[in-house]
């Protein structure tokens, strides 16, 4: 799906990305995961090249 997600910014699903949650990165009253805090990197790579049968 195609959101329209600001330049700087990302998104993801929840419960989902609980994964990539450091488990103490928490708000410090209500406990909540800091999810507004979390870093994210995206780094470019090349796909993987397809088999092809011979």
């Known amino acids: 799906m195609v959101y329209p997600t600001p330049r700087g910014c990302a998104a993801a699903y929840f419960p989902e990305a609980n994964a990539l949650m450091h488990r ?4 410090r009253e ?4 800091g999810y507004k805090a979390m870093a994210v990197r995206f780094t470019a790579h090349e ?3 397809v088999p092809t049968k011979g």
């Open 24 to 27: 103490e990165l928490v708000a």
């Open 30 to 33: 209500s406990n909540t995961p």
């Open 47 to 49: 796909p993987a090249p």
